[in-house]
Each structure stands twice: as C-alpha cells, then as structure tokens.
C-alpha cells in the first residue's frame, strides 16, 4: 500500500506538472492581457511599462521557468487584474466559499441521491421507480445554471423564501445554489445506488434474513445498504472534486464569490498568473480527491489490493 | 416502512407538481409594487392600470433633444476658465416625510478588476468609488458644464501654462483627523501618474505636472510634493504645467476615470495596505465593508456634507454579472435599482416596475473602418482607404432598421462619429448617411469593382459593458455589406481580440463595432483619431491633415482657433467618411418606483455605480 501511494504520488506531482504547462501555453494563445487589463486611452509608453513588469516582454520559456520557480517556494504571483494583490491572498479569500459550497452540494447529493436510490430499488419496476428514473433524467439533462434560474425564480422571486443570491444572507444563502449544484449529481449516484442495492438485495444472506422474519426496514438499511454502500461511495468521493471544481457557473449565477467565480473573472481578463493558478489548484484537488478515494477504497473492501 | 414511503412520495410529488403548475402559470405570488409604474414618458408601458402612487414615483428621462450643454464648449469646458468660479451642482430639497427606506441597493454589473486602491485598476473600475472619493472638478448632470467640487475657483494664465487653484477649506476626509488640502492633491496625482498606475490618464498628468526624466511621481519627488506645483497656501496652489492645457476641469473632473483624491496623512499613517483594505475620500458615502466579487457598502459620511447629504442611510453595490439574476434582485425585493438589458426591459415594466434614463447619452456607438493609418502601416491596396469604398459601405447600412430592430427606437441617430450635436464644433450641416442600397452599388463600381465583385473585408464584432448589442446588429449590417456586393468574413465573438489588433495598428481591410463614453469632440480625436504620435489609443483614423490640426489645436490657447480647428477636423473626417457612424443611448436601469423617487444622472462611462448621492428616496 504505501508503495501504491509512492507511486500515485509521483504521478500526481507529474501530472500537476503537464497541466501546469499546458495551461500556461493555452492561457498566452487566447491574446494579449495588456490590451485588456489597461485603459483604452493609455498610452504605448504605459502598456510597454506594464508588459515589461509583468515579464511578458521576455520569451515564453523564460516566464514559464520563472512562474514554476516562484510556485514552488509557495509564491503565486500578484494578480494583474486586481491591482497587484498577492494570488494567495485571493484564493484564501475565496476558497472557503467554494469549500462550503461544494461541500454543501455533496450533502444535497447524497442525502436526495442515496434514499431515493435505495427506495426505487425496493419499489422496482413500480411508478416510484418510474418517477426516480425522471428525476435522475432531468438532472443529468438539464443544465445547472438553468436549474439554478428556475430554483431562484421559483423559491426567491415567486414564494420569496430564499434570497436570489450572495453569500450574506447565512445559511439562507447557501440553499439554492446547493441544490442547483449538487442536483446534477443525483441522478448518476441514485442509479448506482439502485443497482448495487438490486444486486444485494438478489443474495443469499438477505433472502435468508427476510426468511427468518427479519423487519424489511432492517433487512435493506442495516444488511442491504450497507453492503450496498461501497460503490456510490467511491464514486461521490470523486463527486466532492468535480463539485469543488465545477461551482464555476454556478458562483457567477449566484453571485457566490469563489474560486469559480475568480476564475471567470480571471479568464475573462486574461489575468494569466490567477488563470494558471486556479487550474493547479483544481488539478491537485482532484489528483487528491482520487489518491484519497483509491485509498479509501481498498480499506473498505478487503478484496481489492495494490 | 413501504406505507410512509408511499405518503412521502406522494407529498413530494404534489409539491413537485406545485412548483411545476406554478413556473407553467407565471407568478401568482409574485412580488410586486404596490403602485403602478410611471405612466409617463415610457415607450415600455406597465400593462396594469393601477392608479399614480402618492408619492411621484421616478421620471424616466425622456429622449427629446437636449438642451446646449455649454460645458462641451472648450470655454466652459476649462478653455479659457472663469476667474470666478460657477456653484456647485446644485443640492436637491429636502423633501418632507420619512423616507420608505434607510438603506439603497444597487445590483450592477461587476467592474472587471476590483481593488479598493483605485489607481491601481484604472479605468471604470474606479467607478465603484465614486461614492467615497471626490474630484476637484464635477460636470453638470444636466448641461455637462464645469463645476467646482473641491476646487473652489480657478484661473488659468494667457499661454494656458499657469493654473492657479483655490481649494475648498476645511473638508474632512473620512478618518476626520486630516482635512483636504494642496499636499492631498499633489499626492492623488503622483498615484494617477505613478509606473505601477493603470489610468488611461497617467500619461496626460506626467506630461503636464510630472518631473522631468523617465521616471515618475515620488520615485524622483516626495511624496505630496512637486516642482510643477507651488504650495501658496494649504488651500492655494499654482500649477507651472510642462505644457498648456485648457481642460483641466474636464481632466480633473468626475466626468473623466481617474482623478479622484486620497488621503496623504492617512496614507502616510497607516500604509497602503490599511489604505487599500479601508480605504478614505471626502466623498458624502463612507466605506463600510467589501466583499471582492460580490458586494461594497458604504454609509453616510457625515451629518452635513459640504456637498450634499444623501437621502439614504446606506448604500450597497451588488456585483451580479447575470443579466436574470439582477433582474430577479429587483423583482425579489433585494436591490432597489438594477442594470436591466434592453430585451428584459419590458418585462420589467409589464411587471410593474420602472425604467430611467441617464440625463445625458451614455454611450456613441460607430463601425470603426480599420487601416487608415499614417504611411507607417498604410496599406495602398487596403479598400478601407478608398473614400469611395467607405461612402459605400456608408451607404450600405440601414440605420432606422438598426434603432427599431435593437434599441427600440431609443438610439440618437448620429452624423459624424466623435461629434454630437451639443458640441459647438458640430456642424448642423452634416447629415446621417441615407440608407441607399444602389449608391453603394454604383460607388463601389466608382472605385473600380466590378458589378457584385465588391471589396473584401473583415468585420469584427464583440461585446462591450453597456451595449451588448454591437454582436447582434453585426449580422443585418453584414447582410446589407454582402447585399451590395462587399465579400465580408464575419468574426463575431468577444472584443479582446478586436482590441489587441487595434492596439498593434493591425486592423487593415477590417471593420469593426465600437463603443464609448459620452465625450467632448476633443477628448475623441485624441483617444481614437489620431497617431501614436500625438498619444492616440486606438487608431481608428490617422490623416497627416487631422494630425496636424489637431496638434495645433491642442497646444493652441485662443478659445476662437480651437473651436475653427475641431470644427475643420470634423469636417474634414465628415467628408472622408471616416467612420461609419451609428449613434447615441442613454444609460438605462430597473427601478422599484415604491422606493426610488429619483434616479437620474449622467451615467456616461461609469453605468449604475454613479451618482446616489442624488438619488431620491420615496417618502410617507
């Protein structure tokens, strides 16, 4: 096992390393970040002043080398679009917003996604499971800002429960960008709730459970589910990254100052040190996430060794 | 177990059902002012006809011509300036009664970098300060003249060269322990001209009060101090400028982007940081708390502000970059005031709600004609450099069909770019280019194209904050070009891409959509029609003739020969058919007419963020 997790550490580092790159070159073809960052009125003096701060006035390879160099020791750089504040300084701002936010969305998930899960596996092929399967489609098709617009027209505008947006309102706030974001991801861990409860709830142990006069609410929440548990369990840890990585429409939607919501603003600025620095952020979130989960995953079932 | 797990699947299917019955038959609950909509003067009408609200709700500005603003004149505009300084804008009554609401929320459209330090960000990014921070100058809402905000007169010497200053005494700024004076000045300018400042103007204030040498602000200077500036007294100062300059109360005003004044004491106090992270001015608004990307609220400053003292208690911006999640702010009860899209605008008012006008247009809108640089970048085979070509292309364009198809009809047609007819330096002579599908066709074949063998040309559209229609009229104007024989390769998208071609003097053969500000001819010559050389920013017409008059406009001092000089350059651009001109609009914004009794300024450049001081609250 620890020579699994030496290895799958490596890897990662490496991997962090190509996306870094990649990110690096794909952020420098979308254009220019000078033209848009300054004024329309300033002068070539400035924009020459300012290209030559930033460093884009030397070779590509040499702002790479030098990004990489300070990143290591810890040093994101300095937000362009923001005036010079210190990257880290940004991201510790924002990142406990989309911490609770995906962590929120992740609960919202697994408490819709795994009861209905297991309660249209008991009622297969009944209207309940019929009715399970529609949620899940609507989930999976409809998009998560449209969900999101619906749930704020519906509960903020029309009923006037939940605030339409920000973050300032407590847990209020939270509720309906929670659910807008986490809503996706019901429907594919209610389908894998449902079939591995199906095949548990098919074995010999729970037939004899029910043949020995064992409650039915015993038999499926204490044996089946259980038992049932270790396949959506994997897959909603790799749900806890792709929410933390994916609140990005979200955020913008609900006015939820995150990562996300950085991101899109850096993008939108061509603010490369903030752009590259977001997406190796993520990127070792989820290299995390899956270490965690692989991890976690051969500790739960005994059968799987590395 | 299976008996409740039906009764809870039954609930949740009705409330299912509940909120799917309730999206199908629109808002039965939904909130709605109490009083009706302004009737008056909109084209959007309320369809309820609920009687008039007690209190008169907001007048959306009506878009009937607008008087002469004087202050377009170079005179008024800080020319030849008057000794004797105009008043104040002036303060609105008091009206009687308690006002329905303490607190003012405004939901606007992010500003595109954030930072409290706003010399940092430059641009209209600092319009999210202009709450708290005041300028030396203001320009009428309603006339666009200058007015004294803490500079209390003002004197310029015969060679344009000499300004003297009086400053308002005794204004405090918001930690009350300092009051504004000529070092604050002094100070604010070596930030607005400081290496690490991003304000279009930095380049302007270093030329005309900058030291001399490569190096700027207090990397030579001390901080609060300047050779260019002569302290007379803490509320007098001369100005020995390194050139004339005759609009000094247009740049020093509110109007422009960057000159807003900060604390030297509290910076030399507590730092830039604390500066940065609690941030002073002489402003009516105080900074209360900021959260970056979402909201910024402030609070009444003071008990009696020298200027004027807000009828609300608060005021709190909330950046919502969504068009339907502003919309939803003002229909939920959240935000008092919202930047609405024109295509959600009717919505807004069917609902009930209110749309008001900025005083004065916001925004001119043009097709820039790329490649009409000086011999440097000028390509001889380029057709955008065939005035025939661009009378054609003039021609081309249906703009009536333009201003009903997406603006409503709300879009102030306009003859000449860079010109409006408020400018003394605009001719009544020059006229809109009539919408002529055979003269283009027979100019086309004048300039030596063949029947439908027109042109090649690029046309590039992208959206900009305040018109986002520049992509959408992109397609119908693409189809008359085609229409008329031009073979056009559309490239609609986003702006940056535009930007960094123009910036590069790369836009040969290329048409492309423009917006700006509502700006005085002067200040547009020199930001889009003319050379790197003379400080141009965006090239869109370089002409050894335009170069030269404007030069000479520029450093002339006699008030007659610059208004003769911009009159000459815009004929001349007129008749070159520079540009394809479009028009003007107004700033427009969602208001709840229960809260909001007024709301009208000039929004030109900074949209929503500006002007509340003014802002009416409905009273009992």
């Not at chain 1, 949620?135 to 009923?159: D, K």
């Not at chain 2, 804008?89 to 008091?94: D, G, K, L, N, Q």
């Not at chain 2, 010399?119 to 004294?148: I, S």
Request: hydrophobic letters at 45%; one cysteine or more; a negative charge.
């Amino acid at each position: 096992m620890q020579r699994f997790i030496f290895l799958r550490a490596i890897q990662s580092v490496l991997a962090i390393l190509v996306i870094s790159a990649v990110v690096f070159a794909l952020a420098r073809v979308t254009g220019d970040p000078v033209a848009i960052l300054l004024p329309e009125d300033a002068s070539p003096a400035v924009v020459e002043q300012v290209r030559s701060k930033w460093g884009l006035d030397q070779p590509i390879y040499v702002q790479y080398a030098r990004y990489i160099g300070n990143f290591v020791t810890g040093d994101f750089g300095e937000a362009w679009a923001y005036g010079g504040v210190p990257i880290t300084e940004l991201i510790a701002r924002r990142l406990p917003n989309t911490i609770v936010l995906a962590g929120f969305a992740w609960l919202i998930s697994a408490s819709i996604a795994l009861p209905i899960g297991v309660m249209v596996a008991v009622k297969k092929d009944s209207a309940f499971d019929w009715a399970g399967k529609v949620v899940a489609l609507i989930g999976q098709s409809a998009p998560s800002f449209a969900i999101g617009l619906i749930l704020m027209w519906v509960f903020a505008v029309i009923l006037g429960w939940l605030p339409t947006s920000g973050n300032d309102a407590g847990f209020k706030s939270i509720i309906l960008p929670g659910v807008a974001l986490g809503y996706y991801n019901v429907a594919a861990v209610m389908r894998l709730t449902r079939s591995s409860m199906l095949e548990v709830l098919d074995t010999e142990y729970v037939k004899l459970a029910r043949i020995k006069g064992m409650p039915e609410r015993k038999v499926i929440w204490k044996h089946c589910f259980r038992n049932a548990l270790i396949v959506p369990f994997t897959y909603m840890g790799l749900i806890g990254a792709v929410l933390l990585t994916g609140s990005v429409v979200i955020e913008t939607v609900f006015v939820w100052p995150g990562l996300g919501d950085l991101a899109i603003d850096a993008i939108r600025n061509r603010d490369f040190p903030v752009i590259q620095s977001i997406v190796i952020l993520f990127a070792a979130f989820y290299i995390f996430i899956n270490l965690a989960v692989d991890v976690a995953y051969a500790y739960l079932n005994p059968r799987i060794r590395y | 177990m299976s008996r409740g797990l039906a009764l809870r699947t039954g609930i949740v299917g009705l409330l299912a059902l509940a909120v799917t019955a309730a999206i199908a038959c629109g808002a039965p609950a939904e909130q709605e002012p109490a009083t009706s909509a302004p009737a008056a003067s909109q084209q959007q009408q309320p369809a309820a006809t609920q009687a008039p609200a007690a209190q008169a709700p907001a007048q959306p500005t009506a878009t009937a011509p607008l008087a002469q603003p004087a202050g377009m004149s170079d005179r008024a505009a800080g020319g030849a300036a008057p000794t004797v300084a105009p008043a104040a804008t002036a303060v609105p009554e008091t009206t009687a009664g308690e006002p329905v609401q303490a607190d003012l929320r405004v939901a606007i459209t992010p500003p595109y970098a954030e930072n409290l330090l706003g010399w940092r960000v430059g641009g209209t990014n600092q319009g999210m300060l202009q709450p708290m921070q005041e300028a030396l100058f203001q320009r009428d809402y309603q006339t666009w003249e200058a007015r004294p905000m803490l500079a209390e007169s003002w004197s310029v010497s015969a060679d344009g060269k000499e300004w003297t200053i009086k400053l308002r005494e005794n204004v405090p700024f918001h930690h009350e322990t300092d009051t504004f004076g000529v070092s604050d000045f002094v100070f604010s300018f070596q930030l607005w001209s400081h290496p690490e400042a991003k304000t279009g103007f930095g380049d302007f204030w270093h030329q005309i009060l900058g030291p001399e040498g490569e190096m700027r602000s207090w990397e030579v200077e001390d901080a609060g101090t300047a050779a260019t500036v002569t302290e007379v007294s803490d509320n007098e100062m001369v100005w020995n400028m390194n050139r004339p300059e005759l609009w000094i109360p247009f740049y020093a005003s509110e109007a422009t982007t960057d000159p807003l004044i900060y604390s030297l004491d509290y910076w030399q106090t507590n730092g830039e940081d604390a500066y940065a992270a609690n941030p002073v001015g002489t402003g009516p608004w105080r900074h209360v708390s900021y959260e970056q990307g979402a909201r910024l609220e402030y609070e009444r400053a003071f008990e009696d502000h020298w200027r004027i003292n807000p009828d609300f208690d608060t005021l709190t911006f909330f950046f919502a970059e969504e068009d339907l999640t502003r919309v939803a702010m003002l229909r939920a009860g959240e935000a008092d005031i919202a930047e609405i899209p024109r295509e959600l605008q009717g919505e807004i008012v069917n609902a009930g709600y209110a749309i008001t006008q900025s005083t004065l247009p916001a925004f001119m809108v043009w097709i820039g004609i790329g490649g009409q640089y000086l011999e440097d970048r000028r390509d001889p085979n380029d057709p955008n450099t065939n005035v025939l070509v661009r009378r054609a292309m003039n021609h081309a364009m249906d703009r009536d069909a333009l201003n009903e198809a997406f603006f409503d009809n709300k879009m102030e047609l306009m003859a000449n770019t860079g010109w409006h007819p408020t400018d003394p330096s605009y001719d009544p002579a020059w006229e809109i280019p009539a919408y002529d599908p055979n003269l283009s066709r027979q100019l086309l074949q004048e300039a030596g194209y063949a029947e439908g063998s027109g042109p090649s040309i690029e046309f590039m559209a992208g959206k900009l904050v305040g018109v986002p229609e520049l992509t959408e009229i992109a397609v119908p104007m693409i189809s008359w070009m085609e229409e008329v024989g031009f073979t056009i390769d559309a490239q609609i998208g986003e702006f940056q891409p535009i930007r960094t071609r123009y910036k590069a003097r790369e836009m040969n053969s290329v048409l492309w959509t423009h917006r700006t500000g509502f700006w005085p001819a002067g200040r547009n010559m020199r930001v889009y029609f003319v050379s790197p050389t003379l400080a141009g920013a965006v090239y869109m017409y370089e002409d050894p003739h335009t170069e030269d008059l404007f030069n000479k406009w520029q450093s002339s001092v006699d008030d007659q020969e610059r208004l003769n000089l911009m009159k000459e350059a815009g004929q001349y651009m007129y008749e070159q058919n520079a540009t394809i001109p479009l028009g003007f609009l107004f700033a427009e914004f969602g208001i709840n007419p229960n809260v909001i009794a007024e709301y009208s300024v000039n929004n030109s450049y900074f949209g929503g963020m500006k002007g509340h001081e003014y802002t009416k609250v409905v009273r009992n």
